[in-house]
């Protein structure tokens, strides 16, 4: 769904008033939760979205306007065919996307994103059976693979840095920082 669960949402901010990063990207955002819970913490930073889902767009009003930050630069795209640069980022954030991918492909992006010079990484996916179809026309909204609390902390220590985690109930958070 492009909505969120709150769970680890007041973890994530606390992590990125932490490390207050200037240059964001925020993978497969949704309505933009990642960027209305952070933005009012740090003014300065500059969003760049990756959304999948063209109609997301507009029906979420994510591009920024003189009255409205939301992003200041969008790429209607799949995450996997994005340009690396868009991951030299200070802070990337693949908030319930991963699930959407088989299981090898999210591995993939996420050693490409390490690759491409992130900084910072967070991570939310449901830890719990979270079978999911096509959304509102979306088919990008199904559920490809389910994550354990394990399996994602296996593939994040394989990064050199510091992770750290939050495992709830229904999410699993994880912020990985280059260190």
């Known amino acids: 769904m492009p909505t969120s669960d709150a769970?680890?949402?007041?973890?994530?901010?606390?992590?990125?008033?932490?490390?207050?990063?200037?240059?964001?990207?925020?993978?497969?955002p949704g309505e933009g939760t990642y960027a209305k819970l952070f933005r009012p913490v740090h003014e300065g930073v500059w969003w760049t979205a990756i959304e999948v889902h063209k109609p997301y767009v507009a029906k979420y009003k994510l591009k920024s306007t003189k009255t409205r930050r939301m992003y200041d630069e969008i790429h209607v795209e799949d995450?996997?065919?994005?340009?690396?640069?868009?991951?030299?980022?200070?802070?990337?954030?693949?908030?319930?996307v991963l699930e959407h991918l088989p299981r090898e492909d999210a591995v993939a992006l996420l050693e490409r994103t390490v690759a491409a010079g992130a900084w910072n990484i967070l991570v939310s996916v449901p830890i719990v059976e979270s079978v999911q179809?096509?959304?509102?026309?979306?088919?990008?909204e199904a559920h490809l693979y389910q994550w354990d609390p394990d399996d994602m902390n296996d593939v994040m220590a394989r990064f050199d840095g510091a992770t750290d985690r939050m495992i709830g109930n229904t999410l699993g958070v994880w912020w990985w920082n280059r260190g």
Not at 83 to 96: A, M, P, Q, S, W
Not at 133 to 140: A, F, S, V, Y
């Open 7 to 28: 769970e680890g949402k007041d973890w994530s901010l606390d992590w990125f008033r932490y490390h207050l990063p200037n240059t964001v990207t925020d993978v497969g």
């Open 79 to 96: 995450v996997r065919e994005s340009e690396d640069h868009l991951f030299h980022r200070d802070l990337v954030i693949f908030g319930d």
């Open 133 to 140: 179809g096509e959304i509102d026309g979306n088919p990008h």
